[in-house]
């Protein structure tokens, strides 16, 4: 027999960045951070597991091609997982499978995204979000959304806040162990409608420097990245709960995109610097910053993670339309600037 669980979940992008660790094995963060979760229609993953007597050893494929599952964030969150796995029955198979049998069955998993993973977009987190939920369905964990999400952490830090829809908060937490150090709704989905994410694919080359090594040369090089952990960002924090509770698109934008720039600002005052956005990114940058002045009040808000792909998040569905337009207009597709105007998150979140 084999007994499968299927689940779907959608990538998160940053409004305030989580940038550095206290602990890399745990993956414990030095702050707090916020992200809003695209719709599930767009940047997906989409993972099944199956169990069975028959399979001989933990196997894993990502989009048709097997992959190596011997890396240790993968073996933390299956042994978390598994550690947590209830009976399961399934009467119409005739299947019974007991606490303690799972420790002796191994799983097969086939995962698929549904954006060019090499365009470097949705980093690990919708996959080791996917990853971790898929299991827990089909191992009958009895655990909430938050506890999941302090496993999928586990993965990738940024995958705890795939866990939940709309705006999430991950709670840096004090724990050594990391027990508390996990993501929580702030709002749900529909909270904020109004908004549009725009993803503009300046580049579809994969990054030079990954998050993860990025990060940890940042910790150990950064003045910049302890003033922002300890000063800027609990403040921050704080503020943009405020502004989402309240809907306030200016104060969101200000915030956002203050928070983007100090990110890229630590970047470069890690050693050797590190540079993720490109002159394609800095003219967007600015573009947005202009058009922001000429209408005296915030329209759209930028974003950028570790690459040059502009996240452009707009107030509404008709900001939406005409910051389309004119992306298109400034930075048509093979032009001499390399954007490709992709875009795939045209839907309200
Ligand atoms: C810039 O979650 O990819 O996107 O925990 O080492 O796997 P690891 O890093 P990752 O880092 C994401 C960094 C970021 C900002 C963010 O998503 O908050």
Redesign the pocket.
């Known amino acids: 027999w084999v007994l499968m669980a299927t689940a779907q979940t959608p990538t ?3 409004v ?4 550095g ?1 206290r602990d890399e094995t745990l ?1 414990l ?1 030095v702050n707090d ?1 916020i ?1 809003v979760t695209l719709d599930p229609s767009h940047l997906c993953t989409t993972t099944t597991v199956a169990v069975s007597p028959g399979f001989e050893q933990d196997r894993m494929w990502l989009n048709g091609k097997e992959i190596s599952l011997s890396g240790g ?1 993968f073996q933390s969150c299956l042994r978390e997982i598994r550690s947590r796995a209830c009976d399961v029955e399934d009467k119409e198979k005739g299947i019974k499978i007991e606490k303690k049998d799972w420790e002796k069955l191994h799983v097969h998993i086939a995962s698929y995204n549904n954006f060019p993973t090499a365009a470097g977009l949705a ?3 919708a996959g ?1 979000a996917c990853l971790v939920f898929s299991l827990a369905k089909l191992m009958n964990l009895k655990e909430n959304p938050s506890q999941l999400s302090a496993i999928a ?1 586990q ?5 705890c ?1 795939s866990l939940f829809g709309g705006f999430v908060k ?1 709670i840096m937490g004090k724990d050594e162990n990391g027990s508390d150090s996990l993501a929580v709704q702030l709002v749900e989905e529909e909270h904020w409608n109004e908004l549009v994410i725009i993803i503009a694919v300046v580049s579809a080359r994969q990054k030079e420097t ?3 090594s ?2 940890r040369e940042s910790v150990e090089t950064s003045l910049l990245l302890q003033h922002r952990a300890k000063e800027i960002v609990p403040k921050r924090i704080v503020k943009m709960e405020e502004a989402i509770k309240n809907r306030d698109f200016s104060s969101f934008a200000q915030l956002t995109c203050a928070d983007s720039n100090q ?1 890229h600002a630590v970047c470069l005052d890690t050693s050797p610097p590190i540079f ?1 956005m490109n002159d394609t990114s800095h003219r967007i940058i600015s573009y947005v910053e202009k058009w922001n002045r000429s209408e005296g009040s915030p329209q759209v808000a930028y974003t950028f ?2 690459g040059p792909n502009a996240v452009l998040i707009a107030r509404d569905r008709q900001v939406a339309a005409q910051l389309l337009r004119r992306l298109l207009f400034f930075f048509p597709p093979n032009s001499d600037t390399d954007l490709n105007s992709y875009v795939l998150g045209d839907k309200s979140i």
């Not at 305030?16 to 940038?19: A, C, D, L, P, R």
């Open positions: 998160n992008i940053a305030i960045k989580y940038w660790k993956i963060p951070s992200s964030r980093s690990s987190a080791f952490r993965g990738s830090g940024s995958a806040r991950w990954s998050s993860t990025g990060m990110f993720y993670d570790a």
